[in-house]
């Protein structure tokens, strides 16, 4: 899930500075006897703009990793009770229950499902992944703790998001694997074997 937001913004960010960099090309033709403090202006506002974005989006990155850590406590507490693959069934069904509320009781929805047909076969995938990472995380913090299987749940989302980021999968925007990133992701590798520590 973070991965996805990460992924998001960065490709929002991208198209932000595109944007900016063309129209402060349009106010240096446009007002010539006004540069370059018009065009500056320009390209400060939108890089501000950006700046706000980006700390929200991450507050929102933040929000749903809490939120991961404290649905994977009671996902697995409900395994314990019912049973791995019950406990699963009952999450999906309550959260399709969740949705249809906003969805289609007040009409908070933005898209267009009659669109449906339009959709490339792989991105129905989704629901089914779902149902294999609620499993698999059930599973994790009932034999490792919610710490330690939070740790190695991200290290793979990270993993698997350099992955996509680079290659450009899924019709996102490529952004190029670099060795800090790799640092990186060695550092949260290194951090979940420290978990594991009693």
């Not at 129209?23 to 540069?35: D, G, I, L, N, T």
């Not at 049973?83 to 969805?103: D, H, N, R, Y």
């Not at 698997?160 to 060795?179: M, S, V």
């Amino acid at each position: 899930m973070k991965s996805r937001l990460s992924t998001r913004t960065s490709v929002h960010l991208v198209s932000s500075d595109r944007y900016a960099e063309k129209e402060a090309v349009y106010a240096e033709k446009s007002f010539p006897h006004r540069q370059p403090h018009l065009a500056q202006n320009i390209n400060e506002s939108f890089k501000k703009g950006c700046g706000t974005l980006s700390l929200f989006a991450l507050l929102l990155a933040f929000i749903a990793g809490v939120f991961m850590a404290i649905q994977g406590s009671l996902n697995t507490g409900l395994g314990k009770i019912i049973g791995l693959l019950e406990s699963t069934f009952i999450v999906q069904l309550v959260g399709l229950a969740t949705v249809l509320i906003p969805l289609f009781l007040l009409r908070l929805g933005k898209g267009d499902l009659s669109r449906y047909q339009d959709v490339p076969w792989y991105l129905y995938l989704g629901g089914s992944i779902g149902v294999i990472i609620l499993y698999s995380v059930v599973a994790s913090i009932s034999q490792l703790g919610v710490a330690t299987a939070t740790t190695a749940i991200i290290v793979g989302q990270v993993g698997t998001a350099l992955l996509i980021d680079h290659f450009g999968f899924f019709g996102l925007e490529k952004i190029p694997f670099t060795w800090p990133k790799v640092a990186g992701l060695a550092l949260l590798a290194l951090g979940a074997k420290l978990m594991l520590l009693r």
